[in-house]
């Protein structure tokens, strides 16, 4: 690639990472961050995103809630499995619940558009994330399909979706080296089928 801007160059160095630790950011730096997630394109102004703060020293008692609440719902976790999962929570300083206020029968916005906004409020996140120095990672393990775990963090299940959660702080390592794919491989120029003469 030649060429490329500092703040693209930037962008294109983000990569999601699990293991992450404190410092988390500071109430400053979150709420840029929060403010890159209210910049997503957002048809009909809807401002569905909704954002749960899950501060360190709460961490574990949602994951007691989520390992519960996942096997009450048939979900099997093994011992070994949740041991590696406490180990990891219990490193990271911040966790992002991540939800939007779901209208069901919007005609000007059906379900699909509300559902690629809250996705782009979360890209925004993770960028902005990376641009200042942090990590994250987009996990919907952590029981985020039963209801039990929306609703404890404050979104009934009637109302809102909630799509996981973004685990954010201080890598841990540094990234490993990834091979992206080709973009031009996913990409096509559309025509015009020429009109028989
Ligand atoms: C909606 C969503 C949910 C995800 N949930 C998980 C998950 O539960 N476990 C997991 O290992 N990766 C999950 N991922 C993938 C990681 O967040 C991450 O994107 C992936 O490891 C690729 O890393 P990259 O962002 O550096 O390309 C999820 C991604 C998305 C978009």
């Known amino acids: 690639m030649t060429t490329l801007p500092d703040s693209l160059a930037d962008l294109l160095s983000r990569r999601s990472q699990k293991m992450v630790r404190a410092p988390a950011p500071d109430a400053t730096q979150?709420?840029?961050i929060l403010?890159?997630?209210v910049r997503a394109p957002d048809h009909s102004s809807l401002r569905a995103w909704r954002f749960a703060l899950v501060e360190q020293q709460d961490i574990a008692a949602l994951t007691d809630i989520a390992i519960e609440a996942s096997r009450r719902s048939g979900m099997q976790i093994k011992p070994e499995k949740e041991k590696n999962m406490r180990a990891w929570l219990s490193q990271v300083p911040l966790l992002i619940g991540l939800a939007y206020k779901i209208q069901h029968d919007n005609d000007r916005v059906p379900e699909i558009?509300?559902?690629l906004s809250m996705g782009a409020a979360?890209?925004?996140i993770q960028n902005a994330v990376h641009l200042l120095g942090f990590s994250c990672y987009w996990s919907t393990g952590l029981g985020t399909y039963t209801d039990e775990v929306q609703e404890a963090l404050g979104f009934d299940a009637l109302d809102y979706r909630f799509v996981?959660?973004?685990a954010v702080g201080t890598p841990i390592s540094p990234p490993e080296p990834v091979q992206?794919?080709?973009p031009m491989t996913l990409?096509?120029?559309w025509k015009p089928t020429p009109v028989p003469q």
Do not use: C, P, Y
């Open 187 to 189: 990409t096509h120029v």
């Open 180 to 182: 992206r794919i080709d």
């Open 35 to 37: 403010e890159a997630a």
């Open 122 to 124: 979360v890209m925004n």
């Open 30 to 32: 979150l709420r840029q």
């Open 164 to 166: 996981g959660f973004l």
């Open 113 to 115: 558009e509300q559902t």
